[in-house]
């Protein structure tokens, strides 16, 4: 049973672009979490989502950044417009039920140039 | 708000001896989880250990326990006999559940050294 896939693992962006992160949760999980690790720091929660569903997203910037997990597919983090103080390390976690244990994936390193 | 202080950013341990990281929460619900979790240079997180507040009987998995102190609110690790392995980020975390959705609260890590 495969863990929690996250791709890329880095990706670098200019000032101004676009920044799509995937992750595919563990099979049969249907809730995700996506946090964000800035360094030398802990995890921070973003957002919440079960299957076409944002669940909780109070710790979303309220402007340029959104999350999806469509019926079919994998669920995405999109950051618009990406600056220099969005680069961090960006965690997706998936769990069968709401209040099971989380699964972590490995993370996506984005650099911003 | 529930808050969640590691106040070791590094701690150092000599290879086999035992050592300790402290953790200190805040919170006012009566019900809920505790985790450590350990995050090597790779960046993966992996799972040490988890302790529900409602069981007083101290969590253990091999060579790592807690001491979970639930009226001082404070849930330190220790890790017996460390193995070069070991070295990594520890992050103390508590788990709330607010309608139906669950948030881990992390703290700020502690950097761990296994001198050999």
């Known amino acids: 049973n495969a863990g929690v896939m996250q791709n890329p693992r880095h990706l670098v962006r200019r000032r101004g672009q676009e920044a799509r992160l995937r992750c595919s949760p563990m099979k049969g999980h249907s809730h995700v979490y996506w946090y964000r690790q800035l360094p030398e720091e802990g995890l921070k929660f973003m957002v919440y989502l079960q299957k076409e569903n944002i669940i909780d997203e109070s710790g979303m910037p309220k402007e340029r950044f959104s999350a999806e997990f469509p019926k079919e597919g994998p669920s995405i983090l999109r950051i618009q417009q990406v600056v220099r103080g969005d680069s961090a390390a960006y965690f997706c976690?998936?769990?069968?039920?709401?209040?099971?244990?989380?699964?972590f994936g490995n993370g996506t390193r984005l650099t911003v140039t | 708000a529930q808050t969640v202080t590691q106040s070791q950013p590094e701690m150092s341990v000599q290879e086999a001896e035992t050592v300790t990281l402290s953790c200190t929460y805040d919170?006012?619900?009566?019900?809920?989880?505790l985790f450590w979790y350990k995050q090597p240079p790779s960046r993966q997180m992996i799972l040490v250990i988890r302790q529900e507040a409602y069981k007083q009987q101290n969590a253990t998995e091999n060579r790592f326990s807690v001491n979970f102190q639930k009226a001082a609110k404070s849930f330190s690790l220790k890790i017996s006999d460390s193995q070069l392995g070991d070295a990594a980020m520890y992050f103390c975390a508590y788990r709330r559940v607010i309608q139906g959705a669950q948030k881990l609260v992390f703290g700020q890590g502690t950097r761990l050294t296994i001198n050999p």
């Open positions: 919170t006012s619900e009566s019900d809920y989880y």
């Open positions: 976690a998936s769990s069968p039920t709401y209040n099971s244990p989380l699964h």
